[in-house]
């Protein structure tokens, strides 16, 4: 059945869907009432016309400028660079942080040929150096891999000067873990962003 092979290899292209869960989503469309499968479809079609970038920290938004950007409440001295939108989320949850974002929508890689130039780098100096907010502190979010200590390194380098304070998330022994199952890159980490209590 060539629709149903081809709904399956579409299913198959997002995240961590394998063919076997292919498989399964796509027999959930075929036995589920129409008005359902419509519901979806149009979910999603709603979605790609409504999501757009953020002018000013490129999230996801439905407006112009996020809610975040938007509220005069939080910290407009402090900016935090991650990688994906998903990361804000993420450290949103904490409600640790009461300051603003930048989204790069990426990582320097450059064994993937992926520069500055493809991430949101430039965005991020134009946002510094044009003076509408006062940033003193910019931390650096990236992902503790590869890509994501390059991508911090790059960036440590490029805003010496432009801001009081660069800053580095610090990551390390989870909580709850034990450290003989640790990999020695974590405890090397660890030990090196180890704070005074």
């Known amino acids: 059945m060539q629709s149903l092979d081809r709904l399956v290899r579409a299913l198959r292209r997002l995240p961590g869907v394998g063919p076997r869960q292919a498989e399964r989503f796509a027999a959930y469309f075929l ?39 938007s509220d005069p409440d939080r910290d407009h001295s402090s900016i935090c660079v991650v990688e994906d939108p998903q990361d804000i989320e993420a450290i949103e949850k904490t409600g640790a942080f009461k300051g603003l974002y930048h989204v790069l929508h990426g990582a320097i890689s450059p064994m993937e040929g992926r520069g500055a130039q493809q991430v949101k780098v430039k965005e991020l100096l134009d946002r510094l150096q044009s003076g509408h907010a006062a940033v003193r502190e910019v931390i650096i979010a990236t992902d503790p891999d590869t890509e994501g200590e390059t991508t911090a390194m790059y960036l440590a380098d490029l805003l010496h000067g432009l801001v009081e304070k660069v800053t580095r998330i610090g990551y390390g022994v989870p909580l709850g873990g034990d450290i003989d199952y640790l990999d020695e890159m974590t405890l090397l980490y660890s030990l090196k962003g180890r704070t005074k209590i």
């Open 31 to 69: 036995r589920a009432p129409q008005g359902e499968v419509e519901e979806f479809v149009n979910a999603v079609m709603s979605m790609k016309q409504d999501v757009k970038l953020c002018s000013v920290c490129h999230a996801y938004s439905e407006k112009n400028i996020c809610d975040i950007c």
